[in-house]
């Protein structure tokens, strides 16, 4: 009995171990994740730390393309492709990873000798489990006889608006002349953080010349025109100096417990700003052709041309078939099909002569043919007339045995031609109403437009002129002499306009309220030292977009009926007194027209006259453009979250001696 009994009891215990195991695994995972939660003890918040490297960091005459960086923890690394960024710049792409508590970088390059080369990691390096950072990390070893350390940094800036450029590389030649920009790779090269931010290491004393490059092809200098640069003729020489900065030690929050002046080597020149420009495609050649729509057609260029392209019909008479309509810049054209019988062709077959530029830069005649057609062809355009017609008599016909008016069935083209007439809401006196047609206009009867000005209870006929907008197809302006507080009354009799199709405008009547002069805010901003320079100065919204825009010549802004509202002030030197911003050009050593911003926002009140005196060149660029309206916004710093001060606290409790040592050290980081 009593071995039978021990025989069960086995038995029983061989059922439950499976039960004790998943018990006891249990219990060690819920110990586990304790650990790692505020009340279960102290957060792992010391960053990896390099233990040791091959070849050593700062090693000289190395030979080895391959290089081992050892941590004293489990690493990885964040998108190492963009932010690692190796220097002299790699024609191949090196190939660089985390392996458990190691980085292995291999260069595919063959080393140059006496050089000096630097990976930098730059924050991209952190430990496995709680992503605490390294920090700025570089790397360097020389293949020579000593390790050149000097450093040179600053800011790129969008040459146009002063927006940050992230990612765009950054280099320095010693051969100054100014065509190595175009023929050999950047010598040394770093690349911009979110800010625009860079920071070049790794440079032997000497002059230097400058530049930044949106490398579209990987070979470290400028060959494409479609690539974003920034250049400049300043001789960069690297220096340094010993010097203090001040560091802050928090109590918490709110308290400082201590300011330190902590000493470091201060690398100049530290404040280089390039204006970072796209230039203008000059080279010509043709893009596509579209129709949108069967009444018309459209040619697209990558540049325009003085001259516009020759059309000859191969399955129609191209003679007077068309309203052309060339837009600004002359890249695209518009082609409006005057006969009915065209619009109705569901294939337009055409030879087109243009002028596009050759191999050597210079425009030549090309002939090419083209083929457009509708989006929908004629027959699927009267099927779907049909269906319209056929839906209408349903309609109809169930309306008249109701004894109700039924309106005659009309299609689209055979209404009347829909002008629009644009009066903005509570117009500025400084506006004017603008008319559109959505087609090319036959006639415009200028007798049957009449803008009447209300006075006491009684209209009288205003003054207006009615002109096209220059460089706006179809676009009209009525100009008037628009008074504060004025009410006015526009009224256009039907068939003013009648297009090409022989379609006529209704009658049209539109009410306009000026508001009185109480509602607005005037701004007058002196401008200074930008002497005998033409300016222009635009008011900006909280987009960063012009709201309204003059050109001064005496160095005085004045912005009159201002809404009230917080605005920005940006300004470009007009050198070619063209109204507009022009970007730069690297062979004809143009750069772009400089660019300000007035670094303080501008409240306008009703009823307030506002000055400000400016002077551009007062402020480093980098500095100039409000926070607030900055588009392109920094990205948001590593950093460990000192969890363990935050619990401490909590608990009301001080940290142990070790990690009250290692919180200092992490708010000086």
Sequence with gaps: MRQNHTHHTTKRVR?????????????????????????????????????????????????????????????????????????????????????????????????????TYTVDFSDAITDNNESNPLGNYTYSFSTGEQIDTMEVSGHVLEAADLEPVKGILVGLYNNLTDTIFQHEPLLRVARTDSRGHFVIKGIAPGSYRIYALQDADGNYFFNQKSEKIAFNHDIVVPSSFPDTRPDTI??????????????????IPDNIVLRAFTEVQTDRFYLKRERQEPDHFTLFFSYGSNELPRIRGLNFDADSAFVVEPNERQDTITYWLRDTMLINQDTLRFEMDYLMTDSTGALVNKTDTVEAWPKESYEKRMKKRQKEYDEWKKKAEKAEKKGQTVEPFRREEDGPLRIDVKVPNDMDPEKNVLVTSPVPLESIDTAAIHLYVKEDTLWYNAPMEFLPVKNKARTYQILG??????????????????????????????????KSND???????????????????????????????????????????????????????????????????????????????????????????????????????????????????????????????????????????????????????
């Design 250 to 267: 928090w109590r918490d929050s709110l308290h400082i417990e201590s300011i330190q002046q902590v000493p470091y080597t201060h690398f």
């Design 481 to 514: 002499e628009w008074r504060p507080e004025g009410e006015y009354s526009l009224e256009i009799d039907s068939a003013a306009f009648r297009s090409i199709y022989g379609r006529v405008s209704e009658k049209i009547k539109k009410g306009i309220k000026l």
């Design 519 to 669: 509602e607005y805010s005037t701004l007058i901003v002196t401008l200074v030292g930008m002497k005998d320079s033409a300016m222009v100065v635009q008011l900006l919204n909280k987009q960063d977009k012009p709201v309204k825009e003059l050109t001064t010549r005496n160095g005085v802004a004045e912005f009159f009926y201002v809404k009230p509202e917080t605005y920005y002030l940006r300004a470009f030197v007009d050198y070619n007194g063209n109204g507009v911003w022009d970007t730069g050009c690297y062979e004809e050593d143009l750069q772009p027209e400089p660019v300000y911003y007035f670094d303080e926002p501008l409240e306008c009140r009703a009823k307030w006259d506002v000055s400000r005196t400016w002077n551009p060149k007062s402020v480093n660029v980098a500095k100039q453009k409000p926070a607030a309206i900055v588009q392109q916004k920094a990205d948001k710093k590593k950093t460990i979250r000192r969890q363990n001060h935050q619990r401490a606290q909590k608990l009301g409790i001080k940290l142990p001696d070790e990690l009250k040592i290692l919180d200092s050290q992490l708010q000086l980081r």
């Design 15 to 115: 059922r439950l171990l499976p039960f004790y195991f998943f018990a006891f695994l249990l219990l060690t995972i819920v110990s586990c994740a304790k650990m790692g939660q505020p009340d279960g003890g102290w957060f792992d918040e010391r960053p990896p730390q390099v233990i040791g490297a091959t070849p050593e960091d700062k090693a000289v005459n190395v030979k080895a393309n391959k290089i081992i960086i050892n941590f004293d923890e489990y690493v990885k690394i964040e998108n190492a492709t963009e932010n690692v960024v190796v220097s002299p710049p790699q024609l191949e792409m090196p190939e660089i990873k985390g392996a458990g508590k190691r980085i292995i970088i291999e260069l595919k390059d063959t080393l140059k000798p006496n050089t």
